[in-house]
């Protein structure tokens, strides 16, 4: 069974711009959640998708959106980029979404805001 | 709110040594606890995690962690270390209460020494 998969891995934009993160999880698995990580904050939750509904929202500024589709893929938006959302964008999926159950994630995708 | 504190940032041990990660966790609720692994350039993969039942729990790779709630700890412990264990190790925890997402520590990073 493939596993997570986000594109891009890399990007670069510059202050201002946006940006679209794209992820697919595993076939089956109906719940998707993105974390932001940086070497400061370390791993922080950002939202939590299940059946086209945000279910949970992680303490970050409205410039951070996401969607999810029929099919389960997700993807986020960043808005008005600053310097401090460079980070390693991650993405997991579950199956149902229940918090005890495992999360699997994506090697996630590299932002660079110059 | 949940939280967790990982002892020490970098953890360095010679190959074939006990290779012992401490992670302490803070919840007023009955926790899920979680050890995830990542790679370079990569996502995160899970070692172990405890919901309930046994308080020792086995996990992939040789690795175990036990659930103290007196002394509310999850170390990670593998008896005899391998250079494959270099990486950045993870301990979050959750809970039921509030679908509370996962909370991850800070990290530590395990260098294994020939």
């Known amino acids: 069974k493939a596993g997570v998969t986000q594109t891009p891995r890399y990007l670069i934009k510059t202050r201002g711009q946006q940006v679209t993160l794209s992820c697919s999880p595993i076939s089956g698995h109906r719940s998707v959640s993105w974390y932001q990580q940086t070497p400061g904050q370390g791993l922080q939750f950002l939202f939590e998708y299940f059946s086209e509904t945000q279910r949970n929202k992680g303490n970050f500024p409205g410039r951070f959106s996401g969607r999810q589709f029929s099919n389960s893929r997700s993807e986020m938006n960043v808005s008005t980029l600053e310097l401090g959302d460079s980070a390693l964008y991650l993405c997991?999926?579950?199956?149902?979404?229940?918090?005890?159950?495992?999360?699997?994630f994506g090697p996630g995708t590299r932002l660079l805001v110059l | 709110a949940q939280s967790v504190t990982q002892l020490g940032s970098h953890v360095s041990v010679s190959e074939g040594a006990l290779v012992l990660l401490r992670c302490n966790y803070s919840s007023s609720v009955p926790p899920y606890l979680f050890w995830y692994v990542q790679y370079p350039n990569q996502g995160l993969q899970l070692l172990l995690k405890y919901t309930t039942g046994a308080t020792l729990v086995k996990g992939i790779n040789g690795f175990e962690a036990e659930f103290k709630k007196s002394e509310t700890s999850f170390h990670l412990t593998k008896p005899s270390a391998h250079m494959s264990d270099a990486a950045e190790y993870f301990c979050a925890v959750s809970s039921d209460s509030g679908n509370t997402p996962l909370v991850f520590g800070k990290g530590t990073r395990l260098s294994v020494i020939a």
């Open positions: 997991a999926s579950s199956l149902g979404g229940a918090v005890r159950e495992t999360q699997y």
